[in-house]
């Protein structure tokens, strides 16, 4: 089911190239799959292709923590933080900045 839904979600990309949900969604599907280094470059080119897209950020850090590269991962919650203020977005700013403190806690 999980490479129907990816292989799905290609296909309607296809037909919309400049869709970030798909993309995104495209990104989360092979962070579900465990693909994580693929997702973070699906992250990473839609906040290439659209910096104020708050959420890859969160996602982003999520996984770069996981992928246990914390310093890229409050670099990221830090570049967030800044778009959420560009794009009015008090909660998402606010879950960036709690990911970023509790990085920092963990860094050695």
């Known amino acids: 089911m999980g490479q129907e839904r990816l292989e799905h979600l290609r296909s309607m990309l296809a037909e919309e190239p400049g869709d970030l949900f798909l ?22 080119g839609i906040l290439r292709d659209e910096p104020l897209h708050v959420a890859s950020y969160y996602q982003l850090a999520v996984m770069l923590a996981d992928l246990d590269r914390p310093q890229e991962a409050i670099e990221v919650c830090d570049a967030g ?14 879950e960036l900045l709690a990911l970023r403190d509790q990085l920092s806690l963990d860094l050695p």
Not at 23 to 44: F, T
Not at 81 to 94: N, P
């Open 81 to 94: 933080s800044l778009q959420c203020i560009v794009t009015g977005d008090r909660k998402a700013r606010m």
């Open 23 to 44: 993309r995104y969604a495209i990104a989360l599907e092979h962070k579900r799959k465990g693909a994580m280094e693929q997702a973070v470059l699906d992250l990473e």
